[in-house]
Structures are given as C-alpha cells and as structure tokens.
C-alpha cells in the first residue's frame, strides 16, 4: 500500500463547525489531490497541490479551503460545514514522471455533517 | 472537455460468466483511458490504463479493455467472474498534454455484484 493516511477516518459534525481533515503522505510524491464522492456522481475533484504552497481549484471547490506547508502533509477546510458537504473524502498522491495518472488513494474520510 | 459515461450503476452475474462493463468518453484530444476498482471501505485502486500504444489493454486480476476509436468507447471486461471481483469500478478520462492528474475525470461508477 502507498504510504497514505487520512484523519480522521470517520467524523460527525453539526452544520456550520469548522472542519479539518489531514492527508499524509511518506511517498514524497509531488501532487497531492482531494476528491469528495458522492453517490451517482463518481469522483469530483475539489483541490489539489503541485508542490509546498501550490495549489489549484478543482471540479467542486466551492466552501473548501487547502494548505500545504510540507511536502507530506495537504490538509482540507471545511471554514463553515453544510449539510451538502456530507460525503467521503478521499486524498490521492500522483508522481508528475512516469505514471503520472497513477493515482495512489487513501481509505477515506467518512464526513456527516448534521 | 472531455466526460465520460458509465452505462449501468450496477450489474450483477453470475460466478463464472463474462463481466462486461461499459464506458464511453467524449475528448477533443486523443485522450488516456483508465480503469479504477474500489473495494468496500477502501480508496481507488488503477485497474488498468491506455496511454495510445496497445489498443487491446490489460489490467491486474484478468480485466483487460480494449480501446475503440470509431466507438469512443474502453469496456471492461474479463471472461470469468470471481466472487472476489465484486467491487465498484470507475472508468477515468485525462487529457495527455496535462503533468498532473488534475484533470482526470471520472465516471459515475458500476457496481458489480457476483451471484453464487
């Protein structure tokens, strides 16, 4: 398995509580990316980094907020939770030589917001 | 822009019998082609992929897809289902000329179930 954590694995959380949620890596891999999915909508990109303090917008970036003062850490913010922002989080890492697309997957973050 | 439909979100058979699943992609470029598997509880895992040499593609556990221009289509298939392949699958579309996996786009997903 690529040496991915996500945390937390599970969290519930009342709508309008700031949430963080912390993707490490051991890898070193360059990219790093968080996905949220949703049932009949597949996988939907919502940021993702190409380096320490690089980061781009994503698919769904609408209420989510990254950082990524390291290499092996991305860390998603949720400034203010919505009911809509229930889903699973998954964090992915890439290398940019190679197999670029070769995405490697944590096991999720299972995130209500009620 | 590229898009990609899944037809079916769920399909079931029989131990035994051929798996089909089926992909379509819409790309203004010739694009790259994957295959994604998700057991339960877990992340994605790359089932396969097409990067424009073998149009016949095959992947890990027996699944190979086979790439069809004049179809837009990359199905899944693998001749003889296991209980152990019941999982969700992703069909993914990338543009080439991107470094990063930032625009992969992804299915809706099929779940595929294994009757006894």
């Known amino acids: 398995d690529a040496g991915i954590t996500q945390s937390p694995r599970h969290k519930v959380t009342e709508t309008g509580t700031p949430v963080t949620l912390r993707c490490h890596q051991t890898?070193?891999?360059?990219?790093m990316y968080w996905y949220r999915q949703d049932p009949g909508h597949g996988l939907r990109l919502i940021h993702y980094?190409?380096?320490?303090?690089?980061?781009d917008k994503g698919e769904v970036s609408d209420g989510y907020s990254v950082s990524r003062s390291k290499t092996e850490d991305f860390l998603l913010t949720l400034e203010s939770a919505t009911s809509s922002q229930t889903s699973v989080y998954f964090c992915?890492?890439?290398?940019?030589?190679?197999?670029?697309?070769?995405?490697?997957f944590g096991s999720g973050t299972q995130l209500s917001v009620l | 822009a590229q898009s990609v439909t899944q037809l079916g979100s769920h399909v079931s058979v029989s131990e035994g019998a051929l798996v089909l699943l089926r992909c379509n992609y819409s790309?203004?470029?010739?694009?790259?082609l994957f295959w994604y598997v998700q057991y339960p509880n877990q992340g994605l895992q790359l089932l396969l992929k097409?990067?424009?040499?073998?149009?016949l593609v095959k992947g890990i556990n027996g699944f190979e897809a086979e790439f069809k221009k004049s179809e837009t289509s990359f199905h899944l298939t693998k001749p003889s289902a296991h209980m152990s392949d019941a999982a969700e699958y992703f069909c993914?579309?990338?543009?080439?000329?991107?470094?990063?996996?930032?625009?992969?786009?992804f299915g809706s997903g099929t779940r595929l179930s294994i009757r006894p």
């Open positions: 992915a890492i890439s290398q940019s030589i190679g197999d670029r697309e070769k995405l490697f």
């Open positions: 890898e070193n891999h360059r990219y």
């Open positions: 980094s190409y380096g320490v303090k690089d980061t």
């Open positions: 790309s203004s470029v010739p694009p790259y």
């Open positions: 097409y990067t424009s040499a073998a149009t």
């Open positions: 993914a579309v990338s543009d080439p000329s991107y470094s990063s996996a930032s625009k992969i786009i």
